[in-house]
């Protein structure tokens, strides 16, 4: 058995830091890295792909919303033209960044809130997928597993690979349960890294009600901002290891 780790880095901000990038750069085998719209800005991107790519570890643009203040978290009404080209935009910001870095952008992963309304609209997500593709038509769409963010991309025979999240909960439809319910986040590492495993095992999503949803795995999600971040990716990490599965970047098989 064999499975990526990724985390969201590059979400500081000129003077304030959040994540424990360097950390987690140490441990995950993918990152993505906000691209300026939601978080992050060309300073702490140059340094999160700098390490990222001395490191080995595959870099991924991470566009969101254009929102700093709600982290991109926050919903809003977009056009199919904008998703479009707010993807494409921080798609070439990051191919730029990687390359002075002495990196590649291998795969593009969406933030937040955009991430959250592409997984339940078809049409936003295959938009969104459309621009980055126009950009670099070789390029891995990372999607949330079971979603119509993989619907999407199956649809534009994108080379894809399909996420799950070992800190968030599931809803019984296979979407994340929304960050305010009780119980949405998880805090605990060695929650998260039995609960994975038990995922890995069955092949599938396990709702917070304990619904098993078969579900294709290549990449384990794991959020760079919280405070147990670096204990749970280790711990994971660890964990997987223990039990025999090999841990290396997604190979992006188209469909």
């Avoid at 805090?187 to 890294?193: G, L």
Wanted: glycine content about 10%; charged content about 20%; proline content about 4%.
């Amino acid at each position: 058995m064999r499975v990526d780790l990724n985390a969201d880095l590059g979400e500081s901000f000129g003077p304030w830091p959040m994540g424990a990038d360097g950390a987690l750069l140490d441990i995950i085998t993918s990152a993505n890295i906000a691209c300026g719209f939601h978080a992050g800005d060309p300073d702490v991107m140059a340094a999160a792909m700098a390490q990222a790519a001395r490191n080995g570890v595959g870099i991924g643009a991470h566009p969101g919303l254009p929102d700093l203040q709600g982290f991109g978290r926050r919903r809003m009404e977009i056009s199919l033209a904008a998703a479009r080209n707010l993807t494409a935009y921080q798609l070439g910001a990051a191919q730029a960044m990687a390359r002075a870095a002495g990196g590649q952008v291998r795969h593009l992963k969406l933030h937040g809130a955009l991430a959250n309304m592409a997984a339940e609209d078809e049409t936003l997500a295959t938009a969104c997928y459309e621009g980055a593709l126009a950009v670099d038509p070789d390029i891995i769409i990372m999607v949330i597993s079971g979603t119509a963010q993989e619907r999407a991309a199956r649809a534009l025979n994108a080379r894809m690979a399909c996420e799950i999240f070992a800190d968030r909960a599931y809803t019984e439809d296979g979407l994340l349960m929304d960050r305010r319910q009780p119980g949405a986040v998880l805090h605990d590492p060695d929650e998260m890294a039995a609960r994975i495993l038990a995922m890995l095992r069955a092949g599938a999503i396990i709702t917070a009600q304990g619904t098993h949803l078969p579900a294709r795995i290549d990449t384990i999600c794991l959020h760079g901002d919280g405070p147990s971040a670096v204990a749970a990716a280790q711990k994971l990490r660890d964990t997987l290891q223990d039990a025999g599965v090999t841990l290396a970047q997604f190979d992006g098989a188209r469909g």
